[in-house]
């Protein structure tokens, strides 16, 4: 994945500031920074969600650069449906569907999206629950489920599209702090097993153990790119050992 010089604005109030980002195939990168500087904007940039205003976002080899005040023409629109594709996320609030059962979330992109026969959708389907540790629950609607649970099955969502990178956007942060160490234990398995991730969070103890970088943000803008072992090592510069004496 690769992005270079994206602008964002809402209104008069510019979010992002010519942000430059490249993670690897296999590579675990963690984004952190204080509240408004950005971060969920980026993520959220790159898989189009929210539109850029310029700039350039490449993953798995489809690019699309985007210029300012010029509307995307047909090829770009059908490169941004790839992107959308080759990029899953994992949202804050879950956005799993009320009306359908654990395993329905899961494979709805499956029959709907890619056409695959029902049967072994939901097969497809069982096995990534069960890699989430919730096979037991597959019939289960989210009312039902905790909110650790309803991460856990957006994760299986996300992976049930086979994607070549997976966005997580606080993926624990609407969680009670004894329900987060089963959606981080998932995450943890997906780095071991060399899925390539960008994670927004504030969880240190993730970040140590998992990431192979971390990304910090604020004003908008990329103040710091470094290992892991750096950024938590005291190597960094004082804003930044500032910002981890208050999240820890």
Do not use: W
Request: proline share 4%; glycine share 10%; with cysteine.
């Amino acid at each position: 994945m690769q992005a270079r010089n994206i602008h964002k604005r809402f209104g008069a109030n510019m979010v992002l500031h010519g942000v430059d980002l490249d993670v690897g195939k296999g590579e675990v990168v963690v984004i952190m920074g204080p509240s408004g500087s950005g971060k969920t904007t980026l993520l959220r940039s790159l898989n189009f969600l929210e539109q850029p205003d310029s700039g350039m976002v490449r993953i798995g080899g489809i690019q699309v650069n985007i210029t300012a005040h010029t509307p995307y023409t047909k090829r770009q629109k059908k490169d941004i449906v790839q992107i959308r594709r080759k990029s899953a996320m994992v949202f804050q609030s879950f956005n799993l569907f009320p009306h359908m059962t654990a395993i329905a979330n899961v494979i709805e992109g499956l029959i709907s999206v890619q056409g695959m026969p029902a049967k072994a959708a939901r097969e497809k389907g069982l096995a990534l629950l069960d890699r989430v540790g919730l096979a037991q629950k597959a019939n289960d609607y989210p009312a039902h489920l905790s909110g650790g649970q309803k991460q856990r099955v957006a994760i299986a969502r996300g992976l049930a599209m086979d994607p070549e990178v997976i966005l997580f956007d606080e993926p624990t942060s609407a969680l009670d702090p004894e329900l987060r160490d089963g959606v981080l234990d998932v995450m943890r398995g997906l780095a071991q097993d060399g899925m390539t991730m960008l994670v927004v969070t504030h969880e240190v103890r993730f970040a140590k153990n998992a990431a192979n970088r971390v990304i910090f943000m604020e004003q908008g803008a990329v103040q710091a790119d470094c290992a892991a072992d750096s950024f938590f090592s005291g190597q960094a510069n004082a804003r930044i050992s500032q910002f981890l004496g208050q999240v820890q």
